[in-house]
């Protein structure tokens, strides 16, 4: 199975960016990183997801390292409704292969 | 419909009862997935359909799970004999083609409490 390492919880002040990362040192050359977030109560959401090059949506920035044995989500400015589980997860499939979720770091995002 | 539906969004069931999860996907899209989330966990895969047909179901923790998708829309996750460790949220998600990088869209699950 496809294993990620994610600190299992972090804080951070409304407005500021919030900074999670990722360690994905098994990762192989085809295959990507994804990032999904799961608010309570709802399904997993997906965010953004990059091979080697860094990449910026509307909801985030991704940092993938030059070795691609890790990676960074970056949310420019937090809000209270960012508060989620976030999972960080790579996949040479995509959706096709069954995504492998691990525990994901819980992102509290304070007033 | 706007997203993926799933119903019922909570299920209760005495041990030993049959329970049947329905998923309605967004329009269109050929892939969909189960996975199964226990508490404090991150969702697992159970199975994979693409239209109507499934191609893997390696994830199904018993011979007491069984899904379907007949006509590659509505899905059904159908578990036989509920026992307490079934206890879990039942996700769905699909996607457009199925094609490698393609992002999931998830329903709210069903959370199925059995006693």
């Known amino acids: 199975d496809a294993k990620t390492t994610q600190p299992p919880s972090m804080d951070c002040a409304e407005g500021r960016a919030a900074n999670l990362p990722c360690n994905h040192s098994?990762?192989?050359?085809?295959?990507?990183v994804y990032w999904y977030r799961q608010i309570h109560s709802q399904g997993p959401q997906y965010i953004i997801h990059g091979l080697k090059n860094n990449e910026t949506n509307e909801m985030a920035s991704l940092i993938i390292t030059e070795d691609r044995k890790s990676s960074t989500l970056i949310l420019p400015h937090a809000t209270l409704r960012d508060t989620a589980v976030y999972y960080c997860?790579?996949?040479?499939?995509?959706?096709?292969?069954?995504?492998?979720f691990g525990k994901g770091t819980h992102l509290i995002i304070q007033p | 419909g706007a997203g993926v539906s799933q119903s019922p969004r909570y299920k209760v069931a005495k041990r030993g009862q049959d329970v049947a999860l329905r998923c309605d996907p967004i329009s269109g899209h050929v892939s969909l997935f189960w996975y199964q989330q226990a508490l404090g966990q991150g969702p697992e895969f159970l199975t994979y359909f693409q239209n109507e047909a499934q191609l893997d179901k390696s994830g199904l923790p018993s011979d007491r799970f069984f899904a379907e998708r007949p006509e590659g829309s509505v899905s059904t996750l159908k578990i036989q004999r509920t026992q307490k460790e079934d206890s879990a949220v039942y996700l769905c998600?699909?996607?457009?083609?199925?094609?490698?990088?393609?992002?999931?869209?998830f329903g709210s699950g069903t959370q199925l409490s059995v006693l």
């Open positions: 098994t990762i192989s050359g085809n295959e990507y």
């Open positions: 997860i790579f996949t040479s499939g995509g959706g096709a292969d069954g995504l492998t």
């Open positions: 998600a699909s996607s457009l083609e199925g094609q490698p990088n393609e992002k999931l869209f």
